[in-house]
Every structure is written in C-alpha cells, then in structure tokens.
C-alpha cells in the first residue's frame, strides 16, 4: 500500500492584497454612494485583468470579512484578494455542477436559477435591471443571501459601464438592509465567484457573490453549526423565505 495514496501534499504559490474601501477609517460599503462602491469594483476589475494574465495564477479569490465577529483584525473597511496557483475546493465544486448542468442541459444552471427565482417571486429581496440578490432556495445561514447577474457572464470584466454601476447600486441596497435588519453593522462574510484564470473557456460560468452572515435571532445571538449540523447535514431555523420575508421589511 502506497501512502501517498491518502498522503498528498504541495506548496501552493500566490498573491495576497488588501483593497481599502475609502480613506475613511468609519465609512462602510453601505454608507458610501453607489459612485464611490463603483470605484472599488473598477479596482476588483483591475487586479482581476492584472493578476489573471500571470500564468502562474488560476484562480482569483476576493472576499471580504465584515466586523469582529468574523475575525476581521484590521478596523479600517476593507476586502482581500487572493490569487493562487490552484483552483480552490468551492470554485472548483461550483465549476464541475456548472459544466454537468451545461453538458446536459445545453443553458448555465445560474441564468435559469434567476429565471425561477424572479418566477417565484418569494425569495427575491434586492434587483435592478442588471442584478438579483436572494436568499437562495439552499440557503444554510439564515440570512444567507446570493447576488446574481441577470445576464450571461463569467467575470467582471465581460461587465459593461452600466453593469457595473448597477453592480455598485446593488451591493449597497443590500449591505444597507442587513444593517437594518438588527440596528448594528451586520458581521458577514463575502465572496465574488468569477470563473478560473487558466486560459481555457469557461462558458458555463455565472458570476456570482455569496453573502454568509453568522447572526440569527439578534446582534448578539449567532448561528452555530454543531452536532448533527456539524457532523452530518446543516439545519435551518428559518426557510429561506422567512427569512426573505424579514430582509424585505427592513
């Protein structure tokens, strides 16, 4: 039996960043203008054209932690992008549904999601012409919600001008909802998905963000996974159109 069979490890290569919101130590995306969340698109645009030329880079991660709670270490409003050499865990996952769904349907699994979800109409809690934010049918936090492109396309930079400002006026309606939601700068994660940087077409690609907020009942009761949640299948303590349902009041 050779151990390397259940032994694999290697080194992983890659660029780190951090991309500051504003000059302003107090100012959060829900508190600035549209405008000024565009500018801080058109810097995720950029690093992502810049950083996705380099051969050794193939996949391009950016995320941001929101507030203490998610362990957010550095006060001052910001995002972190990651490149690296290889395809991390959930793109990669989302790349192979992607593509079965492509293969055997002959459409992108993401652009007929949003088509059911205007349909239902239920869970849908933030949009404009270009975007769609809901708190998705699979949600497992409980104000888990996911933003995403009305129309077909992998990554930021296949985005028009207009695209892009729509992006901005989206991210902030949402992000000013969660704060209301509890009167506090809602904790969360986020993260943008675009597709992988390998030189390769990935047509099957829907850009997407993913918002994961820990908080469930108020600002000080979160959600835990533990026990059977931990162990076997996560629980909900809200369907996501109740949860939906409480978003949409705020």
Not at 14 to 37: E, K, N
Not at 103 to 122: S, T
Not at 188 to 201: D, E, L, S, V
């Given at each position: 039996?050779?151990?390397?069979?259940?032994?694999?490890?290697?080194?992983?290569?890659?660029?780190?960043?951090?991309?500051?919101?504003?000059?302003?130590?107090?100012?959060?995306?829900?508190?600035?203008?549209?405008?000024?969340?565009?500018?801080?698109?058109?810097?995720?645009?950029?690093?992502?054209?810049?950083?996705?030329?380099?051969?050794?880079?193939?996949?391009?991660?950016?995320?941001?932690?929101?507030?203490?709670?998610?362990?957010?270490?550095?006060p001052h409003p910001h995002?972190?992008?990651?490149?690296?050499?290889?395809?991390?865990?959930?793109?990669?996952?989302e790349t192979r549904r992607?593509?079965?769904?492509?293969?055997?349907?002959?459409?992108?699994?993401?652009?007929?999601?949003?088509?059911?979800?205007?349909?239902?109409?239920?869970?849908?809690?933030?949009?404009?012409?270009?975007?769609?934010?809901?708190?998705?049918?699979?949600?497992?936090?409980?104000?888990?919600?996911?933003?995403?492109?009305?129309?077909?396309?992998?990554?930021?930079?296949?985005?028009?001008?207009?695209?892009?400002?729509?992006l901005a006026a989206l991210?902030?309606?949402?992000?000013?909802?969660?704060?209301?939601?509890?009167?506090?700068?809602?904790?969360?994660?986020?993260?943008?998905?675009?597709?992988?940087?390998?030189?390769?077409?990935?047509?099957?690609?829907?850009?997407?963000?993913?918002?994961?907020?820990?908080?469930?009942?108020?600002?000080?009761?979160?959600?835990?996974?533990?026990?059977?949640?931990?162990?076997?299948?996560?629980?909900?303590?809200?369907?996501?159109?109740?949860?939906?349902?409480?978003?949409?009041?705020?």
């Amino acid at each position: 039996f050779d151990q390397a069979d259940l032994f694999k490890a290697r080194t992983e290569s890659g660029v780190c960043r951090v991309i500051c919101f504003s000059p302003r130590h107090d100012l959060t995306l829900p508190q600035m203008t549209s405008q000024a969340i565009r500018r801080v698109i058109d810097t995720w645009n950029d690093e992502f054209l810049t950083l996705g030329s380099r051969k050794e880079i193939r996949y391009i991660q950016i995320f941001e932690n929101r507030g203490e709670m998610m362990g957010c270490s550095n006060p001052h409003p910001h995002c972190q992008l990651w490149g690296t050499s290889s395809i991390p865990n959930e793109p990669a996952r989302e790349t192979r549904r992607f593509r079965a769904f492509w293969k055997k349907h002959g459409e992108c699994m993401l652009c007929r999601y949003v088509d059911l979800e205007l349909k239902a109409g239920v869970r849908c809690i933030e949009q404009n012409e270009g975007f769609l934010a809901v708190v998705p049918f699979w949600a497992v936090w409980p104000f888990e919600t996911l933003v995403m492109s009305k129309f077909h396309a992998g990554a930021l930079p296949e985005f028009s001008h207009l695209q892009k400002d729509q992006l901005a006026a989206l991210i902030q309606a949402l992000t000013a909802r969660y704060d209301r939601l509890f009167q506090v700068p809602f904790p969360y994660t986020m993260g943008i998905h675009q597709h992988p940087t390998t030189r390769k077409a990935y047509p099957e690609w829907h850009f997407h963000l993913h918002y994961l907020p820990p908080l469930l009942r108020s600002a000080t009761i979160r959600k835990f996974m533990v026990g059977f949640e931990l162990l076997a299948s996560p629980q909900r303590d809200l369907t996501p159109e109740e949860a939906a349902a409480r978003l949409l009041r705020v």
